[in-house]
C-alpha cells in the first residue's frame, strides 16, 4: 500500500470517526431546541436541511443527477418512500431524546444491523450463515427479555430499527448519493414541513421567532446537524473498506447509550441490562462472522489472482519457446 493510499485510509478514517461520532453525541442537541415541541423541531430539520443541502450541491456542482431523476417516476416514487421512513425515523428519534429516552433509542441503532439482515431474508429471499441465524435469533430473544423489563415491546427501538433498514432498503435500490439523495428527500418533505410551520405560526403557537435569536439559530442549526455528518460519511465511504465501516457504525449508539446512562441518569435495572447483553452478543457473533467471510473473500480472491499469475506466465514462456522450436524443426527438415 502505497503512502497515497495510507494517507486517504487516514482522512477516511477521521471522516468516520467524525460522522459517527457527530450522530452519537447529537442526543445533547436536541434538548437545547426546546420548548420546541418534537414535531416543530422535524419540521424546522426538513427546512434547513435542504437549504444546506442545496448550498453544497451549489459549491460542489453536482447537478447532473437531477434531470434523469425527474423522468424517472419510478426512483421518485422509491425517493417518496424513503423521504416517508426518515420522516418516522428522524420524528420518533427527536421525540424519544426529549422525552428522556436515550438509552431505548440507543437500542434502536444497535438492534438496525439484525432487523436489516431479517428484511433481507423475508424480503429479498436472502440465504443466512449459520451464524447469521444465530445471531438473529439471539436478537430475537433479547426483545422478549426487554418486552418483560419494560413491561412492553420497546417499540421506540423497534420503530426506530425498522423504519432505519426500510430507509436503507430504498435507498440501495434509488442508487443515489448520500448527499444527493437527502436533497431528493428534503425537497419531498419542505412543502409540507414548510406547511407546518406557518400553519403553528398562525396560531401564535410557533417557537421559532419568538424565544430570542439564539433559539432561532438553533431551530436553523438543524440543517447543519442534519447535513454535516452525512457529508463525513460520504467521504469516509469511498476510502475505507466496507467491514471498517460496518465496525464504526457501533460507535453511534454506544456514545447515545453512555450518554443515557451517565449524562440523561436513564434508568438501568437488571432485566434491561440481560436484554442488552444479549444483543451485544449478538452483534459480536455478526461481526465475527462478517470479518470471517470477508477474510475468506479476500483468501480466495489471493489464490484466485495467483493462479491467474502463473496462468499468464506459463502462457508467455510457452509463446517465448515457440519460435526457437519451430525454427529447430525447419532447419532439420531443410537439411
Not at 500500500?1 to 442526543?27: C, H, T
Not at 463525513?232 to 443515557?260: E, H, N
Not at 434508568?267 to 475468506?296: C, H, I, N, Q, Y
Request: net charge positive; proline share 4%; with cysteine.
Amino acid at each position: 500500500m502505497g503512502l497515497d493510499s495510507k494517507g486517504e485510509q487516514r482522512i477516511g478514517l477521521l471522516n468516520g470517526f467524525a460522522a459517527y461520532g457527530m450522530w452519537g453525541l447529537v442526543p445533547l442537541f436536541w434538548p437545547l431546541l426546546q420548548p420546541a415541541g418534537a414535531a416543530e423541531i422535524l419540521a424546522h430539520r426538513m427546512v434547513w436541511s435542504l437549504g444546506v443541502v442545496l448550498i453544497a450541491l451549489v459549491v460542489m456542482r453536482r447537478w447532473a443527477w437531477a434531470g434523469p431523476l425527474l423522468r424517472q417516476p419510478r426512483r421518485l416514487g422509491l425517493i417518496t418512500i424513503a423521504a416517508a421512513t426518515i420522516t418516522v425515523n428522524w420524528g420518533v428519534y427527536i421525540w424519544a431524546v426529549n422525552a428522556g429516552h436515550v438509552v431505548e433509542a440507543s437500542l434502536g441503532y444497535f438492534i438496525n444491523p439484525l432487523v436489516t439482515i431479517a428484511m433481507g431474508v423475508l424480503l429479498l429471499k436472502e440465504r443466512l450463515r449459520p451464524a447469521q441465524w444465530a445471531a438473529v435469533g439471539i436478537g430475537f430473544a433479547a426483545v422478549l427479555v426487554l418486552t418483560v423489563g419494560y413491561g412492553q415491546p420497546p417499540w421506540i427501538s423497534l420503530c426506530l430499527a425498522f423504519s432505519f433498514a426500510t430507509y436503507g432498503l430504498v435507498k440501495k435500490k434509488v442508487n443515489l448519493g448520500g448527499i444527493e439523495s437527502l436533497a431528493a428527500e428534503t425537497a419531498i418533505q419542505f412543502l409540507p414541513a414548510l406547511g407546518y410551520l406557518l400553519w403553528l405560526s398562525s396560531r401564535g403557537d410557533a417557537t421559532f421567532g419568538g424565544e430570542g435569536a439564539g433559539h432561532a439559530a438553533l431551530l436553523a442549526a438543524t440543517g447543519v446537524v442534519t447535513a454535516l455528518p452525512l457529508v463525513c460519511f460520504g467521504a469516509a465511504a469511498i476510502r475505507v473498506p466496507l467491514s471498517t465501516l460496518g465496525l464504526l457504525q457501533y460507535l453511534a449508539p454506544v456514545l447515545q447509550f453512555l450518554l443515557g446512562i451517565l449524562y440523561f441518569h436513564e434508568a438501568m435495572p437488571a432485566e434491561r441490562w440481560a436484554g442488552f447483553a444479549l444483543v451485544w452478543a449478538a452483534l459480536s457473533l455478526l461481526t465475527w462472522d462478517a470479518l470471517r467471510t470477508a477474510r475468506k473473500s479476500r483468501t480466495v480472491l489471493r489464490e484466485a489472482a495467483t493462479a491467474a499469475t502463473a496462468a499468464a506466465e506459463a502462457a508467455r514462456e510457452a509463446a517465448a519457446a515457440s519460435p526457437s522450436t519451430a525454427g529447430g524443426t525447419a532447419t532439420s527438415t531443410n537439411t
